[in-house]
């Protein structure tokens, strides 16, 4: 009996020796994102599917409230990975911060220009209250084209307001305190299903354009390569999972749920999407989108001269290490 019982404390011991093992190979591994929406999907189906932790990644998401605080976040070291608007980050790159882009999040963007229920055009936005992530942000450059395009000067012929993310622009539409917004999906849709005017996608009106990436803190990459790669395999099965229309109800369930929106909503933000191409099947970037990004931004005056090399802003090798593993 003695022998048995001690045979168990064995057993016992090394079973939990081993689960300790496997609780200490897991990265716990805080990262900033603007807010929940389309612009982190695959992190979020990620997550739910249990894809990080397969790589030994525990992810621990913050809502930072706009692209620039999730870069500041991530440069200062207060969390190690981010999610930014690429215009962002190429401004933050340019100013100094020690980041680099190292993976793709959505290449296209699904924003619309939202506006109250009695403006039918954006011509009819003249002397409106309008309201964008901010003056660099990615949807204020979009604002500005589409202003332009229809004879308006964006930031004279309306008065401009800004707010980082798209449920606190919603918010603001909702209370009447603007009369348009750029929003992304799905909470676009949800605008429109009660009402809102629906003035037309933003993004076209800049032609090629990247929206959203991942930026890790440069020297902690250094050390904790594996890591980097871990979250781009992670990232890249997750959107292999959810383009797969096996899956659409289930991953517009989850999107659903961590946005707060209808799933119906998320269905068609998955439709629109796919349509679209919005998601990088192996998270890289291409340095002609890179290139697109900082001609636009020298010519607004947002960067200064000369222009740098995409490897100044993008690290690929975490990606091509991702794809032989």
């Known amino acids: 009996m003695k022998r048995r019982i001690f045979a168990c404390l064995v057993a016992s011991f090394v079973m939990a020796g081993s689960t300790f093992a496997q609780a200490a190979d897991t990265v716990s591994l805080p990262v900033a994102v603007i807010g929940v929406s389309v612009s982190i999907w695959p992190a979020i189906v990620g997550k739910e599917k249990g894809f990080f932790d397969e790589e030994g990644l525990h992810i ?13 976040q991530v440069a ?3 969390v190690d990975i981010g999610s930014s608007s690429m215009v962002d980050t190429v401004r933050a790159i340019d100013a100094g911060a020690e980041l680099k ?15 109250a229920k009695d403006i039918k055009s954006i011509k009819d936005l003249k002397g409106k209250r309008v309201m964008t992530g901010g003056k660099g942000d990615i949807t204020n450059l979009w604002w500005g084209a589409a202003a332009r395009k229809n004879d308006l000067d964006p930031n004279r012929d309306v008065e401009l307001m800004f707010s980082g993310s798209t449920a606190n622009r919603l918010a603001s539409l909702y209370a009447g305190g603007i009369e348009a917004t750029v929003l992304s999906t799905p909470q ?33 990459a250094a050390t904790h390569e594996a890591s980097v790669v871990g979250f781009v395999k992670a990232h890249n099965k997750a959107v292999r999972y959810m383009v797969d229309p ?7 369930e989850m999107l659903a749920k961590a946005s707060n929106s209808s799933v119906d909503d ?7 999407c796919v349509q679209i191409g919005a998601f990088v099947a192996d998270g890289s970037v291409s340095p002609q989108a890179i290139q697109r ?10 960067i200064k001269p000369p222009e740098k090399p995409a490897a100044a802003y993008y690290d690929g090798h ?3 290490i991702a794809k032989q593993k």
Not at 60 to 65: F, L, M, N, R
Not at 266 to 272: M, V
């Open 60 to 72: 621990e998401i913050t809502t930072a409230g706009s692209s620039a605080r999730s870069l500041q």
């Open 266 to 272: 998320a269905l068609k933000t998955w439709d629109l």
């Open 101 to 115: 882009t190292f993976t793709n999040s959505l290449a296209v963007g699904t924003h619309s220009l939202i506006a």
């Open 318 to 320: 975490f990606v091509e």
């Open 188 to 220: 676009s849709f949800q605008a429109i299903q009660e009402g809102w005017t629906d003035l037309g996608p933003v993004a076209p009106y800049l032609g090629e354009f990247p929206m959203m990436i991942w930026h890790v803190n440069t020297k902690w």
């Open 246 to 252: 096996a899956h659409r109800q289930e991953v517009s």
């Open 293 to 302: 990004v900082t001609e636009t931004l020298l010519a607004s005056g947002d």
């Open 76 to 78: 200062a070291g207060a």
